[in-house]
Antibody, heavy 119, light 110 residues
Framework: EVQLVESGGGLVQPGGSLRLSCAAS????????MSWVRQVSGKGLEWVAN????????YYVDSVKGRFTISRDNAKNSLHLQMNSLRAEDTAVYYC????????????WGQGTLVTVSS | QSVLTQPPSVSAAPGQRVTISCSGS????????VSWYQQFPGTAPKLLIY???NRPSGIPDRFSGSKSGSSATLGITGLLTGDEADYYC???????????FGGGTKLTVL
């Protein structure tokens, strides 16, 4: 059974940093692109970043470029999102998701972890 | 303001059919596959349709997807009260080199 479990969320002050993790199991982690998607409470989904199977390609939404870094450890079946210079507008539930198809459809999602940026 | 445009809400009676539109451009829908997601309050999204019109295993054939030019459509037939949820379209945007979602559509089954 495919499982994605996020961790690392919490309360952080503006300008602070946080590192999210996503533990993957039930599939060959190194064979799939992985993504982070966030959702502000009561609002829609926002794609944040994704990373190729071997980590050689990474893409980001403009609003987080230069502040967030996506990475993966295929030996440990884990995905990470290092978030620096956090802003109030980064407050959201962050989901990790697997791309199950070459076209990018996200077929498995974690339960999400809440990041709150506030003083 | 989302890159992909969806109606904020749609409604229909139980048993009826509803469609949800998703409008984009040549840099996204026009040249890439579209996925559709269903989300209930407080839960993670669930993939309903991938590659424009394919259903993952376990998704009933009441759900269908189509694409024409730079627009895509999700269709749901035989509506159930349990279909009340938010629905999102998503794809890749080659100009932005980023994933994009529609703003979401809230389905009400009256």
């Amino acid at each position: 059974e495919v499982q994605l479990v996020e961790s690392g969320g919490g309360l952080v002050q503006p300008g602070g940093s946080l590192r999210l993790s996503c533990a993957a199991s039930g599939f060959t982690f190194s064979s799939n692109w992985m993504s982070w998607v966030r959702q502000v409470s009561g609002k829609g989904l926002e794609w944040v970043a994704n990373i190729k199977e071997d980590g050689s390609e990474k893409y980001y939404v403009d609003s987080v470029k230069g502040r967030f870094t996506i990475s993966r450890d295929n030996a440990k079946n884990s995905l990470h999102l290092q978030m620096n210079s956090l802003r109030a507008e980064d407050t959201a539930v962050y989901y990790c998701a697997r791309s199950g198809y070459n076209s990018g459809g996200l077929d498995y999602w974690g339960q999400g972890t809440l990041v709150t940026v506030s003083s | 303001q989302s890159v992909l445009t969806q109606p904020p809400s749609v409604s229909a009676a139980p048993g009826q059919r509803v469609t949800i539109s998703c409008s984009g451009s040549s840099s996204n829908i026009g040249n890439n596959y579209v996925s559709w997601y269903q989300q209930f309050p407080g839960t993670a999204p669930k993939l309903l349709i991938y590659d424009n019109n394919n259903r993952p295993s376990g998704i009933p054939d009441r759900f269908s997807g189509s694409k024409s030019g730079s627009s895509a459509t999700l269709g749901i037939t035989g509506l159930l009260t349990g279909d009340e949820a938010d629905y999102y379209c998503g794809t890749w945007d080659y100009s932005l080199t980023a994933g994009v979602f529609g703003g979401g559509t809230k389905l009400t089954v009256l």
